[in-house]
């Protein structure tokens, strides 16, 4: 299933004003799309209270996922108290305008968090108390998303995934599906990447994470171009073009397809700055699954181009 990461609605992906984000908004609905997944720090509450208007203007059947934990500061362990997350999950209701969360994630926690029980103790009561419907947890690593799905209530793992970021296919969803877990696949164009619309000579705006966060200065560099060296990306993106013309489809295309293939993936969530690019994202879903040679094709440029800078690391 595809869905809509709504990370560029709020910040660090240049500028995208209140009308634009509504017009996205709208445009994935329209297309079929029934998961919105957000943040409370996404411009600060903006991506949340944007999406708050949205749901204002249109009866729309969808499910909403936030996640908490990124306004500690500092982002320690000890950040995570009973009480830091009862507050950032009321203002999370607020902001959103509702009673009850439909899915609450923790948003990438310190190492520690994932192996004490007093922040799940803390979100059980929550759930218990109807604050919340769900909670997940939305992970770095590869080991950090085993430890999450061992958790008795965790009922989701958001982790990178996409063709330049292969890892969580060897061990990580096979755990998922035989856990019942659900999978959120993020990033899965490689911070745009994998659009195949980039190159040697792109830049991009000073409050954008491509620019501020390419070596990792304000956070985990995975987060940006999936922490595939933007070089790199450029030249492995060409050889994943050359196989999206063989089939005629975008490269866009071709890697989410190739995400929602992918056995144990629930979601898939890609962003998008305009209502264009939200229909296109919406309509991967839409083409039959890859054939066994094209997905050998895509696993070699990994292989070949990627593996060495990633693999090891996450």
Request: with cysteine; net charge negative.
């Amino acid at each position: 299933m595809v869905g809509l990461g709504c990370w560029q609605l709020g910040a660090d992906w240049g500028q995208v004003d209140d009308a634009d984000a509504l017009a996205v908004l709208h445009a994935a609905v329209d297309a079929g799309v029934t998961f919105l997944d957000t943040a409370d720090v996404y411009g600060d509450g903006r991506s949340e209270r944007l999406i708050r208007r949205f749901l204002a203007e249109r009866a729309a059947d969808v499910m909403v996922a936030t996640k908490c934990g990124r306004r500690a500061d500092p982002h320690v362990p000890a950040a995570f108290t009973p009480e830091n997350l009862r507050a950032w999950t009321d203002r999370s209701r607020a902001n959103l305008g509702v009673e009850r969360l439909d899915l609450v994630q923790l948003h990438c926690p310190p190492t520690p968090v994932f192996s004490g029980d007093e922040v799940f103790d803390a979100l059980d009561e929550l759930v218990a108390e109807g604050s919340l419907a769900a909670y997940g947890v939305s992970v770095e690593t590869c080991d950090e998303a085993l430890t999450a799905i061992a958790r008795p209530n965790v009922a989701s793992v958001q982790i990178i995934l996409n063709a330049f970021r292969r890892k969580p296919l060897e061990q990580v969803l096979p755990a998922a599906r035989a856990a019942g877990v659900g999978i959120i696949a993020r990033v899965p164009l490689a911070s745009g990447l994998l659009s195949g619309k980039y190159d040697e000579h792109t830049t991009f705006a000073a409050d954008d994470h491509r620019t501020f966060n390419r070596h990792g200065e304000s956070f985990d560099v995975g987060e940006t171009f999936s922490g595939v060296p933007y070089e790199v990306g450029v030249e492995a993106a060409r050889s994943l073009a050359e196989v999206a013309e063989g089939l005629g489809v975008s490269t866009a295309a071709l890697a989410l397809r190739w995400i929602i293939d992918q056995p144990g993936v629930s979601v898939v969530i890609p962003g998008a700055r305009n209502a264009d690019q939200a229909r296109a994202n919406a309509a991967a879903e839409q083409l039959d699954p890859l054939a066994e040679d094209t997905l050998a094709a895509i696993e070699r440029v990994y292989d070949e181009r990627v593996r060495a800078h990633v693999h090891g690391r996450w």
